[in-house]
């Protein structure tokens, strides 16, 4: 749907999407599309109109982003254990699920109807409490079950009775130790024991430090406490797996109201979002009128900054079908066009538009554009033609359902062509019944307007005294480019502002021929000194002219190289010399004639072999026969003269 990017509405939906805070959320947000039904169209802005309500009386929902949470119900799908970290994001939707229906239960004193989706949450709150006495600081907790509450007990007792035996033997053989504590290396409760001393304590070498200074030995004293320890450590993991296996098997009992409560926090995400946005944009609900009319009462574009955006009043409809709108560059047009189809974009998606509550639109079948914002560096039939082919697709598609916007209608080529080409193109819009609006400059065209039943001009108010635009829509009234004055004012001298009004308008009343200029001296202008060019003096004629001729061979001086002249004296004496290893522009003056070109070459001797390059003589000789698109012809410095 270019149309719809080229009105922007590609970035109002990535702003809806910014406001969601669930990938499903997001992606409705991006998959809005305009509706043509007209009572889904009006369901959907009195769900934002209820939505950015409940916001503004109830405050900001609490919704979860569930993107972990989706995670963790694949592992279910698969029959996958949940380890504490993906159960506590269960629990975290379990709490924000009846903290949702609480927010909506509160919000059905405001009388909006999405507040009933609370009845389609089921917030588990035998499954949420199960989830919180077992996990806590995402690990299973000791009070998950009394089995593990005294395994860890026993580990506790048998951990200090390592402690205690350990912290023995180092008060009573300091001198063995490198330091006064135990370290628990590799799962193990071992000393620090000094590598000159590591046969005086009986036991197992667990690890080494990293200088090897240092043996960090479990003494046998303890072997039997470790044992014990690992031995409970292996009843632990078996206690904490049974647990986890139990509650996992508790979520997937319950996973079919999960993915109901899922889906219903998925659409409440896209609504709100509908209502931030409408808040953020300060924007406004607007009537859908059955008619094919639009009524736009201090519309803005929802992209400007509001302080930037001066508000919009625009109408069609009824007995007017095409606005044709006229008025100097830059003076806001092409935004009025982008504002009228953006807007009708936004509240036929369900959208709150930033426009006045007593504004009405209509809905369209398609909203067809042909808008270019930037001038084209292309040439001119390629950038007539691109217009051409997307109003030809526009005249095919358009209806009495349509709307239709055009941005300087018959631009880009011959004006007088072009001229009736947007007539032609105004007469067709008019007879398929489409809504359309055009801008254009073309001083025949607010004429046709005028005299046309079913349009009426419009322009871009300008304030002739600042020479700045007022971006104010003022329909009913034709426009003008205001170039004449706006040179005028900026001080273009009066004669010649006369005979641009000859040129564009025919002579002026009053004016037997245009002003001739006043005279004035040659290096004065508006009584200012202007500079004069100063030209280079020809350089005085070489007596070297024929001395050097191609192919001749050459001693180069003071360094004494033999070289191959490729191109005579030029200008200021210089010749083109062949060296070895380059070509090089040298002064005739340092050339000295070895042999010449007549005894080394036979006659008409082609010396492009000798001094081109293979891939240049075949493009030299194709592009001699015929012009052959992409064939370049690489010609380095100093080769030019060749």
Known sequence: MHHHT????????QLLADQALSDQGKACCLALAPSVNEAEVKRCLDETTQAKRMLQQTGTPPLPSMTQLQKAIVLIEIDALLMPEQIVQVATFLVACRRMKAYLKKAEAADAPIAWYGEGINALPGLEHEIA?????????????????????RMEGTVAAVKTKLAALLRKNKAWFSESFVSL???????????????????????????????????????????????????????VRRILYSLTAHIADNLAIIRVNIETMEKLDFLFAKGKLSLTMNAAPVSINAGREIRLIKARHPLLPPAAAIPLDFAIGAQTTGVIITGPNTGGKTVALKTIGLLSLMAQSGLHVPADEDSSLCLHNLILCDIGDKQSIKENLSTFSSHMKNIIEILEQANHESLVLLDELGSGTDPAEG???????????SAQKCLFVVTTHYSEIKAYAANKPGLVNARMA??????LPLYRLEIGKAGDSCALYIAERLGMQPHLILRAHAAAYGVAQGVAKPAQPPQRAPDQKNGRPVPRIEREK??????????????????????KEIGIVYAGANARGEVGVQLRDSKKIINHKRLKLQVAASELYPDNYDFSIVFDSVTNRKARKLMEKRHVKDTVLIVKEGDEQN
Do not use: W
């Open 6 to 13: 080229t009105l922007e509405f590609d970035k109002i939906k």
């Open 133 to 153: 006495r077992c996990i806590r600081n995402n690990a299973v907790d000791d009070q998950a079950s009394e089995q593990l509450a005294a395994i860890r007990r």
């Open 185 to 239: 290396r590799n799962g193990r409760y071992t000393l620090p024991v000094k590598r000159e001393h590591k046969n005086d304590v009986a036991g197992t070498i667990v690890d080494l430090s990293q200088t090897g200074a240092t043996c960090f030995i479990e003494p046998a004293a303890v072997g039997r406490l470790q044992s014990e320890l690992a031995a409970l450590q292996m009843e632990e993991d078996n206690e």
């Open 419 to 429: 001229m009736g080409l947007a007539v032609a193109i105004l007469d067709e819009l």
């Open 462 to 467: 300008f304030d002739k005294e600042s020479l």
């Open 538 to 559: 020809p350089p005085a004629p070489t007596s070297c002219r024929g001395k050097f001729a191609v192919g001749d061979s050459v001693m180069v001086y003071p360094h």
